[in-house]
């Protein structure tokens, strides 16, 4: 019988190799991947589709998160990215960091993506003047440095540093500042929602003494009304947050700041409503006035490049520079 059927698939492969090996080929072409990604125009998404607020306000027009897209550094795409002068190809090597790969990267990002949205959040709960508070803040790490003598990963959140409660970056930097170099540090930290001790070593740098890490801040807090966020597990960074803090101060509000207008936009924020520069402004304008967007809000920063942009392929957008969630509310008022 296996004989038979040996037989069967000898005389298969023998009559159709070619077209075997053609698939084959195919098949290495675009799932081998090469060192390198490809950025591509993006597009928006429709923030009142992910925002709601129990109670709030209906919009008529929409605040939109404008993204770039990125697709595999594979031999198809790459050759496309030679021919296409929206398609831009960038090492992977620039995208992570020195020592680290591609999953640390991802859960910096998403680390970001979660500051982001809690920045967002509170900022615009205080600008339109609804009740928020903060009930614990957390110190997440995103970094470390090649030089550290540590068992942190990032993700870890830190809780204590030499039994002494942390709430911020500046907290964590005083205690350490105070230690000798080649000091052991105990860190109380949690890990996968799990309490875990861990240390770091202590070495001196030009700008003091240093373990080596990087952190960010996200907040648990109790809001009212309730808020929530819908991400994708596919999203990722802090460029989303001006355009979610808009949204959702827009439907704590009375007044449509949207005007019925399709805004697209991005830029950082933070608690203070301060907006930040962001990467890959020339992609997410492309993906805006592909979305038929009729204004594009951007970091201060930024502007220059997305007005070149705008010149070059003579796009018919209204394009915004704001360096303070303040600006962009003034701003919006005389679309």
């Known amino acids: 019988m296996f004989a038979k059927i040996y037989a069967k698939i000898k005389e298969f492969i023998k009559e159709n190799y070619k077209y075997l090996i053609f698939f084959i080929v195919v098949y290495l072409l675009f799932t081998v991947e090469l060192p390198y990604s490809v950025y591509t125009p993006g597009g928006a998404v429709n923030l009142n589709d992910r925002i709601t607020i129990k109670d709030g306000y209906n919009v008529t027009g929409s605040f939109n998160m404008a993204y770039v ?11 496309i ?5 929206d398609w831009d190809i960038v090492k992977k090597e620039d995208l992570t960091i020195e020592g680290e790969d591609m999953d640390d990267m991802i859960k910096r990002e998403r680390l970001y993506l979660e500051e982001s949205m809690d920045n967002a959040v509170i900022n615009a709960y ?7 508070d903060i009930t614990k803040i957390n110190n997440s790490v995103t970094y470390i440095d090649k030089k550290a003598k540590t068992n942190l990963k990032i993700g870890d959140n830190i809780e204590k540093v030499n039994d002494k409660e942390i709430s911020s970056l500046n907290d964590l930097k005083e205690i350490i500042e105070e230690l000798d170099a080649n000091t052991q540090v105990k860190l109380e930290i949690k890990r996968d929602n799990k309490l875990k001790e ?3 070593t202590t070495y001196k740098t030009e700008d003091g003494i240093k373990i080596g890490v990087s952190i960010i801040t996200t907040y648990d807090y109790e809001e009212d009304p309730e808020v929530k966020i819908k991400s994708k597990t596919s999203e990722m960074g802090s460029s989303g947050g001006l355009m979610m803090s808009l949204t959702v101060y827009n439907k704590l509000v009375k007044e449509d700041i949207t005007k019925g207008k399709k805004i697209v936009g991005t830029g ?8 930040g520069e962001i990467g ?7 993906g805006a006035v592909k979305k038929k967007a009729e204004v594009f809000i951007c970091p201060k920063e930024n502007y220059e490049e997305a007005l070149s942009v705008a010149k070059e392929k003579n796009y018919d957008i209204k394009i915004i520079e704001v360096s303070t969630f303040d600006e962009a509310l003034e701003a919006l008022k005389n679309i």
Not at 268 to 275: A, H, L, S
Not at 280 to 286: F, H, S, T
Request: charged share 25%.
């Open 126 to 132: 205080k600008k339109a003047g609804k009740d928020i």
């Open 69 to 79: 897209s990125m697709v595999k550094g594979s031999l198809p795409f790459l050759a």
């Open 81 to 85: 990215a030679k021919i296409l002068p």
């Open 198 to 200: 861990a240390y770091a």
């Open 268 to 275: 950082t924020i933070d608690v203070d409503g301060n907006v």
């Open 280 to 286: 890959g402004v020339k992609y997410k304008l492309i």
